[in-house]
């Protein structure tokens, strides 16, 4: 994960905001998918940062980094739920979900798996409903 501060060239608002890399921000920048949280204009930069390293073993010494650590462990609590209330069914999560929509396909339990943007965008326009959550893998990033 990486954060940059953004700046609005419409408003001047400063904010900041997550990517999962510096080549996913460059992607969403080239979709214009990229907008200001003030006014919504997609004239944002990206504004130079200095690094901000920290791990288990460093002391966490600002507010934000308590928040991400915060944040993380949530998102690891979830994941374990998920992992034991639910049936991975991989990559055939559209293919599942599509068979219990339209054929009644019964599970005693709910799914989840892997999905494309585009297969996601084709089951939301078919009335299936979905979430996409972000995923920690177990290895510390």
Same mark, same amino acid.
Not at 94 to 116: F, L, T
């Given at each position: 994960m990486i954060k940059y501060q953004l700046n609005c060239k419409k408003c001047h608002k400063k904010f900041d905001s997550w990517f999962s890399s510096s080549n996913e921000y460059e992607r969403l920048k080239k979709k214009k998918l990229l907008n200001c949280i003030s006014c919504g204009s997609i004239k944002v930069e990206k504004s130079l940062m200095?690094?901000?390293?920290?791990?288990?073993?460093?002391?966490? +010494? +600002? /507010? #934000?980094?308590?928040?991400?650590?915060?944040? &993380?462990?949530? $998102?690891?609590?979830?994941?374990?739920?998920?992992?034991?209330? $639910? #049936?991975?069914?991989?990559? #055939?999560?559209?293919? %599942?979900?599509?068979?219990?929509?339209? @054929?009644?396909?019964? &599970?005693?339990? @709910?799914?989840? @798996?892997?999905?494309?943007?585009?297969?996601?965008? #084709?089951?939301?326009? %078919? @009335?299936? %409903? +979905? /979430?996409?959550?972000p995923w920690l893998e177990d290895k510390e990033n």
């Amino acid at each position: 994960m990486i954060k940059y501060q953004l700046n609005c060239k419409k408003c001047h608002k400063k904010f900041d905001s997550w990517f999962s890399s510096s080549n996913e921000y460059e992607r969403l920048k080239k979709k214009k998918l990229l907008n200001c949280i003030s006014c919504g204009s997609i004239k944002v930069e990206k504004s130079l940062m200095s690094p901000n390293f920290f791990s288990k073993n460093n002391k966490i +010494t +600002t /507010q #934000d980094e308590k928040k991400v650590l915060e944040i &993380r462990n949530k $998102l690891k609590e979830y994941k374990k739920f998920v992992e034991k209330n $639910l #049936d991975y069914v991989g990559d #055939d999560f559209a293919y %599942e979900a599509r068979s219990i929509h339209y @054929g009644g396909k019964k &599970r005693k339990k @709910g799914i989840y @798996g892997k999905a494309s943007k585009e297969e996601i965008k #084709d089951l939301s326009e %078919e @009335g299936i %409903e +979905t /979430q996409v959550i972000p995923w920690l893998e177990d290895k510390e990033n």
